[in-house]
């Protein structure tokens, strides 16, 4: 429980800063190109984006898996996903091509070509990052892993301030600056994940490249629904209204998803732990206890958030994003539901049973898109945000009841803080006491 604790922490602390960075981003980019500036924005990297969750295969996540299990060493993942990113990134590329050529105007409309095309180049060094960052997280280096990723959301950062608020530059340079981070963070990550493994041999494992595919695709159609989950709704928004919706929407959207810093950072860390747990009693009772307090932890976050709703707002973005405040509101309350569903659905997937959590989030994602397609023309960005989060409710119900068939817990532990907890409050308090003596 003690590593557990502080990598966790030390994971919450790296979330949190990137978070801020990236909400910094968003703050930067509203302030000197308005909504419309950060809707195109953000729906041009969304190309990018869901290009990759369609054709990574679950790659990423069979590498953590594998190496946590043993069953490969991290020399063979490594040599094997440095052909996956080359294999890969060139297919990417040409379907976004296709889709830029052809299908650009129905999907993207009020987006222009050039901003699609420039965030393909996203695409190679994007994946690079992913492949190889889930050896280190697979070796469980928690502190190079997320030191590796606080650098590259720095330096997307710092390259957006200086070219924005410095040199008045548009939505091209935010691209390229995010390019530019993941080729140095990326560089630095190679010669670290070198480092770590040691000698190793470039050649294919058929026996790994077969194994890698059949359980990333296990994840595969999960990690595509879900990710449809977080971001339908902003292609549906700007097909229904405008980008400018998009960009008052992504508003809240950012805001709202800095929640799941404690949840993805508790995910983030349980995945490797459960792969590779063999005490059946630990498994047991070590889940319940992560997703009870990181519930009951995002519930108060979630109430001083929504209290402090209009302030933060108007005073980051300023009184031209008042439209984000409702849907930012409303988001608060799904966020909440999706911090619970992080660790249970992370829980499941280590258990070796990935296509349990795909077929809830498929029921999820049917009820969401049928939502957003009903509510968006009635009550616009708030109907989005809405839909979203009742389709949240409805996943981690339906999770939670898979889950207790599984473990055999019951629903009392995994939801409600149990009195033997607050002892867990206290050894973060003398962890961070403990951290910040030594700083």
């Given amino acids: 429980m003690g590593n557990f604790t502080q990598n966790t922490l030390i994971t919450f602390i790296t979330r949190v800063l990137t978070a801020i960075f990236g909400i910094l981003i968003t ?60 294999f890969l990134s060139i297919s990417t590329f040409l379907i976004g091509l296709i889709i830029i050529f052809f299908f650009s105007d129905k999907v993207f409309p009020g987006v222009e070509k050039n901003y699609l095309f420039l965030a393909l180049g996203l695409i190679p060094f994007n994946l690079f990052f992913e492949l190889i960052s889930s050896i280190l997280l697979g070796m469980q280096e928690i502190k190079k892993y997320n ?27 935010i691209i ?69 919706a998009v960009g ?17 950072s508790a995910a983030t860390v349980l995945f490797p732990k459960v792969a590779s747990e063999t005490n059946e009693k630990n498994l047991k009772e070590f889940t319940p206890l992560v997703c009870r307090n990181i519930l009951f932890i995002t519930f108060l976050i979630a109430i001083l958030l929504l209290i402090l709703s209009h302030l933060i707002i108007t005073l980051l973005y300023s009184e031209k994003f008042l439209d984000s ?43 969401n898109i049928i939502l957003n397609i009903l509510w968006i023309s009635k009550w616009g960005i708030a109907g989005a945000a809405w839909a979203t989060t009742i389709s949240y409710f409805s996943l981690l119900i339906i999770t939670i009841f898979i889950y207790t068939k599984i473990s055999g817990n019951k629903i009392k532990e995994i939801i409600f803080p149990q009195k033997s907890d607050f002892l867990f409050y206290k050894n973060i308090l003398l962890i961070m006491r403990k951290k910040a003596k030594e700083i």
């Fill in 248 to 264: 008052f929407y992504y508003v809240a959207v950012r805001l709202a998803e800095s929640i799941w810093l404690i949840s993805n």
């Fill in 147 to 173: 030191a590796i990723s606080f650098l590259q959301s720095f330096l997307f950062l710092f390259l957006v301030a200086v070219l924005l608020l410095g040199l008045k530059f548009g939505v091209t340079m």
């Fill in 325 to 367: 405040i409702y849907p930012f509101q409303i988001l608060l309350i799904g966020t909440f539901f999706i911090a619970g569903w992080k660790i249970l659905a992370s829980d499941i997937a280590a258990r070796g049973k990935p296509m349990l959590n795909t077929y809830i989030v498929g029921f999820s994602v049917i009820l």
């Fill in 176 to 244: 390229f600056s995010q390019i530019f981070s993941f080729i140095i963070a990326g560089i630095i990550l190679f010669f670290v994940a070198k480092k770590e493994i040691g000698t190793f041999v470039l050649k294919l494992n058929k026996n790994y490249i077969k194994d890698a595919f059949n359980y990333g695709m296990k994840n595969y159609l999960g990690g595509v629904l879900t990710f449809l989950h977080y971001r339908i709704d902003l292609f549906l928004v700007n097909l229904f209204i405008n980008p400018i």
């Fill in 27 to 86: 703050i930067v980019i509203a302030r000197t190109l308005g909504a419309e500036g950060q809707g195109i924005y953000s729906l041009a990297i969304l190309l990018p984006s869901t290009l990759l969750i369609f054709t990574i295969f679950g790659v990423n996540i069979s590498s953590t898996f594998y190496i946590g299990k043993k069953k490969y060493t991290p020399g063979e993942v490594f040599s094997n996903n440095i052909f996956f990113t080359s």
